[in-house]
């Protein structure tokens, strides 16, 4: 009996550090991971200015974590401080809230169903926010909806950044190569970020038309969809449901 995903193709855009498990379990289904990085997370030089940020740990009311990197850039830098006791913690989705816990946090608010600033924005406990203090952490450059919104909503919002991101990559003639070699199977795609450098680089590529863009969010299949491109959405966040999407995708090419 073959393998699900025998002999196909798939790029992952993922940082590379974070594409090792997904790429182990394509291997494992039979399949051909081919890397192409469209962003890579690193950290600041300097982190004074986070640090200053996080200062006054003590008079925030809720701690909000953007990403997993913001996380893993982070946390070092608050348990420097001492966790205090008052301070609730919420995160954009069950990954990040998971990262949390490997520092001690085992209490995180998490939104249910999307794992977006929208969902989160939605949960009860962020409605009232007159009074409170809120520090988000994330990237350089992140969405201002979060903040903005609870700023809206009666919360004094600090901002700390502690990592950033950069795109690797100048051309897409790579893929082009590796598809005129065997065709591309699928592309897997986890960020309205990546998506947009995608489009500078590939967006006239004809072969990028008959090609599925494998996506965690509705969001970004909304902007593939509208560049033109075909595009399905994994009904988890994870691993296992994007494994599970690029199978069923296969199944039907068959």
Known sequence: MSLPL???????TRPIDQANTLSAMIVAAGGHPVSFPLIDIVGLNDLTAFQHTLSPLKQFDWAIFISSNAVQFGMPSVLQLGLPSTLKFAAIG???ASQLKHYGVLKVVTPEGRYDSESLLALPMFQAMQGQHVLIVRGVGGRELLADTLKQRGAAVSIGECYRRIHPQTSAQPLADA???APLHAIVMTSSEALQGFLALA?????LKHMTLCVNHARIAEQARQAGLNAIVAEAPGDEAMLQLLI?????HM
């Open 179 to 181: 598809h005129q070699q």
């Open 203 to 207: 967006a006239h590529a004809p072969w």
């Open 248 to 252: 069923g995708q296969a199944a039907q």
């Open 94 to 96: 069950p990954v990040t």
């Open 6 to 12: 025998a002999g196909k193709q798939i790029v992952i």
